[in-house]
Structure formats: C-alpha cells, structure tokens
C-alpha cells in the first residue's frame, strides 16, 4: 500500500506521516491496525515506543514487542483490562 494511500485511509496531516516515516514506524502501525485502531497504533508506535526506542538507543523495529502485541495491549487498555493512566508514555498501564 502506497504512503499516500495509508495516509488517506488513516486521515493523518503530513507532518504526522513525515514523522511517522522517519521513526521507522509506518510498516508497525500497519502490522498493529490489523487488531487495533490506526489512531492507537499511531500514538503507541509514534510516541511511547518510539521514546523507549530512542533511550535504548536502537531502531524501532528492535525493541523486543511486535505488532500483534501492541494490539493485544491496546485491545486490554480498550476492553478495560489494563487501565491507561495517561496517554502512552506518561506513566504506562496499570492491570486493574
């Protein structure tokens, strides 16, 4: 699927795509919108991990989680499973 086409479908401005291309992170959120939202998977892979990514000091696609696993995670933080205590990033999930 083409950049422009995923970005359409995703109703997403240039800059986000702009950045969401240069983290590396377009094929994850593609891979993750497979079981959760495209905004979810957005906000997941293009600011939380992407910072723990950036602190590990390695590519994206290195950090030990895959995209079926930020969509089970998004879908326990959805269903109520996991409590989100701020946006991903702030502090992370809490089980109830």
Excluded: Y
């Amino acid at each position: 699927m083409s950049r422009k086409r995923i970005q359409d479908e995703w109703g997403v401005s240039d800059e986000v795509m702009r950045d969401l291309v240069n983290n590396g992170a377009v094929d994850l959120v593609t891979a993750t919108v497979a079981g959760a939202s495209s905004e979810s998977a957005r906000a997941w892979w293009g600011n939380f991990l992407v910072q723990k990514a950036n602190e590990a000091g390695v590519e994206l696609d290195a950090l030990a989680i895959t995209p079926a696993q930020v969509a089970k995670v998004i879908a326990l933080v959805d269903e109520g499973t996991l409590e989100q205590a701020g946006s991903p990033g702030d502090r992370g999930c809490a089980g109830r």
